[in-house]
């Protein structure tokens, strides 16, 4: 099945620590973001990539950071230095074409928890 | 990108039409309104976009007004299952640079 793929569903970390969220997709897509949403709050976009080893921050990069080596994957880095690490993270894609559809397909979430 | 306005929430009887409003005011003449909903705990699902012309797919109508200033997504026979968070987004297409900024929705609570 072709889909969105986010591991794991539920993490927990220690304060201090630096975590790495996975997100992989087979849809052959060439776009690729993160976001993060809080409870109530809706989705914010913290970095996207349009196309391999290029990804551009989003309006709260600050204290993450992401790769894009190959295309079918995106992986998020939460580091220490992100003052509130626990939220629910999104990864979501975007096959180009020229239809102004603009359909983000979105993972199932990770639930990240900084004890 | 052109700010949106819409309610907290909503109920709806189930088998009834769920109309959930969006205003926006400021919206360009490049920019397309798209809605996307978000079932509880889950990622978000795309529903529909218009730019000016009413749309209407299997999920759902979209009615944007004649000035383009408000619009109105229609889910015609509501069901337990669209209970959901729904998103108006107004935003121009950019091809691969595309971003969405999602606002706080309205939560369509769907009741017996």
């Known amino acids: 099945d072709g889909g969105i793929t986010q591991s794991p569903k539920y993490l927990f970390r220690k304060e201090g620590q630096n975590v790495t969220l996975s997100c992989e997709q087979n849809?052959?897509?060439?776009?690729m973001y993160w976001y993060r949403q809080d409870p109530g709050q809706g989705l914010r976009l913290i970095y996207y990539?349009?196309?391999?080893?290029?990804?551009q921050k989003g309006d709260i990069a600050e204290g993450y950071s992401v790769s894009r080596e190959k295309k079918e994957s995106f992986p998020l880095t939460v580091t220490s230095a992100q003052k509130n690490p626990t939220a629910f993270y999104l990864c979501a894609s975007r096959g180009t074409s020229t239809a102004p559809s603009n359909e983000q397909f979105f993972g199932p979430g990770t639930r990240l928890t900084v004890l | 990108d052109a700010k949106t306005t819409q309610p907290t929430s909503m109920d709806c009887a189930e088998g009834r039409a769920a109309n959930l409003p969006c205003n926006h005011s400021t919206i360009s003449g490049n920019e397309y309104v798209y809605w996307y909903r978000q079932i509880h705990s889950q990622g978000p699902q795309y529903i529909i976009h218009?730019?000016?012309n009413n749309e209407t797919n299997e999920m759902a109508s979209l009615i944007i007004t004649e000035d383009r200033k408000s619009s109105t997504l229609i889910l015609p026979h509501a069901t337990l299952r669209d209970t959901a968070v729904y998103y108006c987004?107004?935003?121009?297409?950019?091809?691969?640079?595309?971003?969405?900024?999602f606002g706080t929705g309205t939560r369509l609570q769907v009741t017996l």
């Open positions: 987004i107004v935003t121009p297409y950019t091809g691969t640079a595309s971003k969405l900024t």
């Open positions: 849809l052959n897509h060439d776009a």
């Open positions: 218009g730019l000016k």
């Open positions: 990539s349009q196309i391999v080893n290029d990804f």
